[in-house]
Every structure is written in structure tokens, then in C-alpha cells.
């Protein structure tokens, strides 16, 4: 495999039931993760994206929290509906998708 030139960074940290602050895993981040590993590969762009697990993000309350690096593009509030959007717009054309766009806010 190549070197890859783009990384799909999806956080899929799990807190406890009664930790201070929330995490991404109730809202069903393996999903998401999985969901982008196959949209990657059903658009035969594998040798040049990666998806890659991360633990926690800093954006907790507003997740699922996604990072498409580069261009850099911040995403909240991720669901497997917005994967391929995210794909085709932001990943294949460098677009940033306005309603998901994390807003300019303090790191959690
Ligand atoms: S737990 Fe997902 S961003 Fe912190």
C-alpha cells in the first residue's frame, strides 16, 4: 500500500455510563467507522485514504466527531447517513459541508 494522502480520522472513544463528560461510542461509532472503511473501498480509493480509529477528538459533547485531514475539514454530529456525503463532497472535492462543520468552540 502507498503512502496515504488522505486520512478520515473518526473518533470512537467510549467513556462509562457515568463519566463526567459524554463520548462518541453510545451514538454508534463503529458503525460510522465501518461505514467509511467500505465507502473507501467501494470507490477504489483505498491506495490513497485512510480510515483510522482515534480515541477521543475534544469536540465529546458535539460528537460523533470526524476529522478529514487534510484539508482539515472538522465534522459534528456524524451519522452513517453523512458518510457518503463526506466522501464524495469533502473527501474527493476538498468541500466543507456547511451543516456538519464543528463550530469554532473551546477543545473539551
Ligand atoms: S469522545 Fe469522541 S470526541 Fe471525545
Redesign the pocket.
Given at each position: 500500500m502507498p503512502k496515504p494522502q488522505i486520512q478520515i480520522l473518526v473518533?470512537v472513544?467510549e467513556?462509562a455510563p457515568d463519566a463526567r463528560?459524554?463520548?462518541?461510542d453510545p451514538r454508534g461509532?463503529l458503525e460510522v467507522y465501518r461505514r467509511f472503511k467500505d465507502g473507501v473501498r467501494a470507490r477504489g480509493i483505498r491506495d490513497h485514504v485512510m480510515v483510522v480509529r482515534t480515541g477521543?477528538?475534544?469536540?465529546?459533547s458535539r460528537?460523533?466527531?470526524v476529522n478529514i485531514w487534510p484539508p482539515n475539514l472538522w465534522y459534528a454530529r456524524v451519522t452513517l447517513d453523512d458518510v457518503d456525503e463526506i466522501l464524495d463532497r469533502s473527501v474527493l472535492a476538498e468541500e466543507e459541508i456547511e451543516r456538519l462543520a464543528m463550530p469554532d468552540i473551546p477543545w473539551?
Amino acid at each position: 500500500m502507498p503512502k496515504p494522502q488522505i486520512q478520515i480520522l473518526v473518533c470512537v472513544n467510549e467513556r462509562a455510563p457515568d463519566a463526567r463528560k459524554p463520548s462518541c461510542d453510545p451514538r454508534g461509532d463503529l458503525e460510522v467507522y465501518r461505514r467509511f472503511k467500505d465507502g473507501v473501498r467501494a470507490r477504489g480509493i483505498r491506495d490513497h485514504v485512510m480510515v483510522v480509529r482515534t480515541g477521543c477528538l475534544k469536540h465529546c459533547s458535539r460528537g460523533i466527531t470526524v476529522n478529514i485531514w487534510p484539508p482539515n475539514l472538522w465534522y459534528a454530529r456524524v451519522t452513517l447517513d453523512d458518510v457518503d456525503e463526506i466522501l464524495d463532497r469533502s473527501v474527493l472535492a476538498e468541500e466543507e459541508i456547511e451543516r456538519l462543520a464543528m463550530p469554532d468552540i473551546p477543545w473539551e
